[in-house]
């Protein structure tokens, strides 16, 4: 058919249909009902919206796991690009962050791991240790190259008898901070269990006693002050998840 | 043979390059409200940009928008390529293009001498304009999914001189855009007859 033909057919077929629905197509047919959709600050501001962009959020979690090649590696920097001081940034102002005692503290695990003896922070310590120089992206557009040491966390989970066939690591935080993350990323070469921040034991506000380094995912994904590690196949969510960022959230 | 009982006089614009404007439109609008709502998060300009001129709330929100209607912006812009490229009317319609040619309808524009009788046809001005903003808009597809996706296609990000200046690079796509608009729609509004070209056809 040709576009004249096209137009005419449109036409035809909105003659058939009731008023409302007329309408309602020919204005999509125009291609106008999504200029509308701008103008009515009802729609953006509904329900409506809400649950479109909920459904597009879980359809770009989705792409995103297709799209996570398991062996593609996060860039390394220099040491001399690492950013000092580097920046803070937590869901409370800077000198809210939970202190936490080194020598009554362990890592507690739950959920599909093998041996759920908790971890000594001594004990984490000696693990076998790796060293990165990787980038930390903020959801909010900034970033900053750092320098982070731990244990990987793979090995970590290797170590303990976590089921690497799990669909979730949740990770829990002292400062009741909540997070997971897909059992890929998890087992990423460069997800790291950190306890060291630029050669030194990782700081309180860097997230003493350890964080989870993620260099894969967002910031928000990268959660401190953990203090337990659950391996599970119910989707746990997390803190900023629930107010509506994406949950895959990968780089 | 014709299955229709009349053929009516040909289109100045085609169905197709009519919808996929339009949706292309309001996906931009989406893109450049909910960015400048991203912006704000963490500027890298002075200041922050006024509310009005932003779509989500907050950052959030914002990036929900941002995330869903890149993929209407993306689709129907491959859509509007493909049809154009395969179809020769883009470059019927933009070709040929040279310095020359924009700076002759360009003064001429200036003086008031610049015809519009036969909206079909693109003269210097409109082509380096429309031909520029498809250019453009591609470079912010691109530095976006360099910024989005910075490890898992990191050969954008790279090409693209790493993140923070692919950041940049994003923004200044988005200024680049919103300077088109300006020309753009106060153009269609002093020639009311290309706006309702653009819309019904004719
Ligand atoms: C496939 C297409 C696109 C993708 C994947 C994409 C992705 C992104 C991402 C990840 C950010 C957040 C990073 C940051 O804050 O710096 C962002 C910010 C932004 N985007 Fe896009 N984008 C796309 C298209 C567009 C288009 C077409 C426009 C405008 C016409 C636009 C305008 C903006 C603006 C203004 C920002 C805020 C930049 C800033 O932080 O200063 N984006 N985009
Ligand atoms: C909401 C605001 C907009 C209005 C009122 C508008 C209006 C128009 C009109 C009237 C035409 C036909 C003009 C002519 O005969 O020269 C046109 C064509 C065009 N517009 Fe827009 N437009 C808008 C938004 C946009 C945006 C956001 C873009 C791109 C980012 C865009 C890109 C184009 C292009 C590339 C053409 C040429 C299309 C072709 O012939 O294939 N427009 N627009």
Redesign the interface.
Known sequence: MTDNETSYVLKLAAGRLAPPTRRLFLRRALGLGSLAMLAGCDVTDGATAERALDAMSDFNDRVQAWLFDPHRLAREYPAAMIARPFPFNAFYARGASPTVDPGGFTLELTGRIGNKTPWTLEQLHALPRETQITRHICIEGWSAIGKWSGVRFSHFLGRVGADPRARYVTLRCEDNYVTSIDMATALHPQTQLTFWFDDQLLPRDYGFPMKLRVPTKLGFKNPKHVVSIEVGNDYSGGYWETYGYNWFSGL | M???PS??A??IH???V??????N???T??MIMSGLQ??N??P?LPAPVPDAMT?GGW???A???H??AM??LALNGAFYLVHGLSTGRLRRKLLPLSPALVLRDLRRALSGRLGHADLSLYNGVQRFLYAGVIGVSAVAVLSGLAIW????L?AVTALMG???NA?LVHFAAMAAIVMFLAIHVSMSLIVPRSLKAM?S?R
């Not at chain 2, 996706?149 to 898992?152: A, E, N």
């Open positions: 014709s299955l229709l053929r009516p040909a289109a085609p169905l197709a009519r919808v996929s404007h339009w949706i439109a309001a996906a609008i989406v991203i912006h998060a963490h890298i779509i950052l959030g929100g990036i929900r928008w995330f869903a993929w209407v996706k910075p490890v898992q990191g790493d993140f923070d950041r819309i056809g």
